[in-house]
């Protein structure tokens, strides 16, 4: 089962939010620090607790690398044990020349075996092919994010009169000939995002920005309920793995994501 | 002795290749695969051959993540016998929300100790900031790159007439309070860096590009030196780390980067 078929079997079945393991050794509770490995035992319960009705994971690597060698070490252990069945996002944004790119494709694909993960498109297009070409994974560029310097340039405005992130979205279509493409749009930009899902029909979209940052979940699926799309992927990170905090964090953490669950139901 | 002050004695001795450890496996010389930790190895010797006039080391994180946990220990193992005196750029092209672009600082400077970094604007202000409030660090901000898809995005019209990559390097000067900004442009395009050179001159300019990209060092230089100024660096990487294959590909690479030195004195 390639990564595609992998996602699209986790959508169809109504579920559509992606937990974000961002796992910060000063937030999580404080009875896991005695375990030798704290961040991995963390994840392993995170993922026990959600793993029922996650559409998938998504692993920011910089949580990981600012631990350095441990660090890495607990993002392996936490890849092998995610369901195979559910899509690992390795969440890194990368990008660069094509040899560089390579190499970072080989450590996040044949190293890791992420199943897909996030791309930084300011290089153009030989900074991805090399990603691309890993015809069997998903890729995820990103158009507009959900940060406040998504002004500087992602919302500059091209001679043509077109957005920065709307010539990306572009791009990113005549890039999809192996439907391999996703691309990353804040959810905190309803109104952007209303105006440019009909030109991410082909694409999967990863929509970070609710939660902790503000963004509303309902609007969202709205948004593709409207467009009788289901090709979307929510993440949440803080608002979901920090949920509680006690010796039995994990019931807050699998209400927390209930709830979203059911938020989307009810709005699809 | 900060980053700048390093940078700025190597400069004002007339220094200023940068040699990127792009450390590929596969292309080192034979001989070397029998040590224990053949990259290390071929690092160490290339340190000690270019050393006295080498102005930085560039290290693509790319080529040592390939390699796993094995490849972060001959990047740490490389990063501690680089001389204290001799700058070394983090060449990882980070960016990302505050909250994560703040660990990826926290991994390139404090565990890992980089003198400086490479970095992707795409994402505007916030994710530069974590960076940029290390302020005895140096960083090099993504204008111009060297590839063929700097043409997609960086070269894009917007409405005012100016390229993006224009707009990007205006931002850099603003984002410059701490004299702690440097800028990456492409050695490939000296036409755009001769229109650009001027709005530059308060920003260190890091050029990739030269050697097995096709740009000219020698066009490089006479731009600067018409310009009157010294704040730039260019990398060489595999023209020079590559230039000998047998048992003394050492002195292949010692002679190398001479003959680059002198192509910058005769030019300057």
Redesign the interface.
Known sequence: MNSKEKLERRLNLGLHICVGL?TDFNKIPKHLLECEDPIFEFNRRIIEATKVSAAAYKL?L??Y?????KG??SLLKTLEIIPAEILTIGDA?????????A??A??LFD?LNFDSCTL?????????QPFLLYKDKLHFI?AL??????????K????D?KF?YE??IE?INSWNQFQNCGVVFGANNPNELERSVSKMKDLFVLL?GVGA?GGSLEEIVKIFAKEGSNKFLVNISRAIIYAGSGESFESAVSAKLSEYNLVVENNL
Chains 1, 2 share one sequence.
């Open positions: 961002d920011n910089a949580f690398e600012k631990e350095g060698a890495f070490t944004k990368r990008g660069d020349i094509g040899n560089t790119s190499m970072y080989a450590a190293h930084n498109p300011y290089m153009g297009v030989d900074s991805m990103l994010t959900s940060n406040p310097g998504s002004q500087d340039f992602e500059l405005i091209l001679k009169g920065l010539e990306v791009k970070p940052q």
